[in-house]
């Protein structure tokens, strides 16, 4: 066994080190709640926001100086992406602004700020993205993992998405590396945006699909393929399978065919399996 674990301990000196993820949720935590969910009466005062603030420039310097390529100058990094939160900050507002016009089930634009799973994936989602322009790729996956992890919501940081971006329900929904997402766009629960192929050497091109303006996907719909577009002002119903493009203004759905079966003798064959 000794031979195992010097075979181990010599893969360990080949990987970066890295700091334990609980660190890099913790920021999201705490960076999400002062953005938006005001748990803490002191967050009305300014200079505690301020102070908090520092505190977490000061945690995330911590974390890119693991995560920078080595030539790179981790302060400019933690102040690039600070100087962006503003403008990060009101693209997500935007955001949950159009989560709660579109969705009669919410009350309140707070429950959608404070509850909604769908919102907090798509701030995570602006956050992470940042953080891939900056090229600190694997520190913005691991933040789109966090999301990933707490609501069944997939969103790969390399993914180019516009305003007023909404996700309603949103458990199981995979948005892929190279997809693109315009303004105004709402998704359901179960869509995915996926590639046809998966090989290796298709890495480095586009692979999954351009979703226009003023689209609704409807939920467990799969969209494949770099190529195809969905024109702008479309609607996609529940369910459909969709690898070609389709032009503005069209509305694909799946149609599903449904026999009930009385008292009268059934044409055909029933076979029950559980």
Known sequence: ???????????????????????????????????????????????????????????????????????????????????????????????AHTIFAKDPAAKTLEEVLYSYPGFFAISVYRF???????????????????????????????AQIGNDFAIDHGTGIVIGETAIIGNNVQIYQ???????SVKKEEAFIKRHPTIEDNVIIYANSTIL??????????IIGGNVWLTYTIPSNSVVYHKNEMKIKDNNPFPEPIFYSI
């Open 1 to 95: 066994m000794n031979s195992f674990y010097q075979e181990i301990a010599r893969q360990h000196q080949q990987l970066l080190i890295l700091p334990e993820k609980k660190l890099i949720h913790k920021f999201i935590d705490e960076l999400f709640a002062i953005l938006f969910s005001n748990t803490s009466k002191s967050f009305g005062c300014l200079t505690t926001i301020e102070n908090k603030i520092d505190e977490l420039e000061k945690q995330f310097d911590e974390l890119v100086l693991d995560f920078a390529p080595k030539n790179e100058n981790s302060k400019q990094q933690t102040k690039t992406f600070f100087e962006a939160i503003p403008y990060l900050h009101k693209k997500a507002l935007n955001d």
């Open 128 to 158: 992470s993205h940042q953080l891939w322009e900056q090229d600190l790729k694997l520190l913005a996956r691991t933040i789109s993992e966090y999301a990933h992890i707490k609501t069944s919501i997939e969103i790969h940081p390399g």
């Open 190 to 196: 179960g869509v995915t945006l996926g590639a046809l």
């Open 225 to 234: 393929g770099g190529q195809t577009t969905v024109g702008h002002d479309s």
